[in-house]
T-cell receptor, first 112, second 112 residues
């Protein structure tokens, strides 16, 4: 039972490049979410999904897109990377939104 | 909107000393959760409190939920080096589109 799997673990991009952060869970959770973690800022919600085919914006959605075509997968796309998007990104899942979250190991992203 | 404030931001203790972190919400919470994040790791769920005045214990950790369900605390008795990390609270007020709101965390360092 892998839980929540994020890939890649580390990535360096140049400004303007695009990329997709992958997230997959094998717990059949309906709710999935993406957070970014910056020093002193805690965890800020980027986008979330309450089920396949349904996504919505969180606190800091600008510059990011998501889709949820299956229950298992919830990729996060950076459209045109900016240095301000340098951060650690965590994907999380749970049965419903306000219940305990299972986090992936994170993706450490640097934008030069 | 809902805000969750957590204090202190940092706490340095000598091994064996006690430690407490506090969480305060601007609105009444339906539940509150606590997470621990080890350095370089991901947040891991510790406990959820739901009832007014609830107190739960996990070995040396004591969690409390205030009578008004607007504040919570985590107390660690006789800290050990294994307690090092950042402790986050996360609350849900029944609104916010059902999403948890995380505090910014308290980073605990323990000097042996």
């Amino acid at each position: 039972n892998a839980g929540v799997t994020q890939t890649p673990k580390f990535q360096v991009l140049k400004t303007g490049q695009s990329m997709t952060l992958q997230c997959a869970q094998d717990m059949n959770h309906e709710y999935m979410s993406w957070y970014r973690q910056d020093p002193g800022m805690g965890l800020r919600l980027i986008h979330y999904s309450v089920g396949a085919g349904i996504t919505d914006q969180g606190e800091v959605p600008n510059g990011y897109n998501v889709s949820r075509s299956t229950t298992e997968d919830f990729p996060l796309r950076l459209l045109s990377a900016a240095p301000s998007q340098t951060s650690v990104y965590f994907c999380a899942s749970s049965w419903v939104s306000n219940q305990p979250q299972h986090f992936g190991d994170g993706t450490r992203l640097s934008i030069l | 909107g809902q805000q969750v404030m957590q204090i202190p931001q940092y706490q340095h203790v000598q091994e064996g000393e006690d430690f407490t972190t506090y969480c305060n919400s601007s609105t009444t919470l339906s539940n509150i959760q606590w997470y621990k994040q080890r350095p370089g790791g991901h947040p891991v769920f510790l406990i959820q409190l739901v009832k007014s005045g609830e107190v739960k214990k996990q070995k040396r950790l004591t969690f409390q939920f205030g009578e008004a369900k607007k504040n919570s605390s985590l107390h660690i008795t006789a800290t050990q080096t294994t307690d090092v990390g950042t402790y986050f609270c996360a609350g849900w007020d029944g609104g916010s589109q059902g999403n948890l709101i995380f505090g910014k965390g308290t980073k605990l360092s323990v000097k042996p």
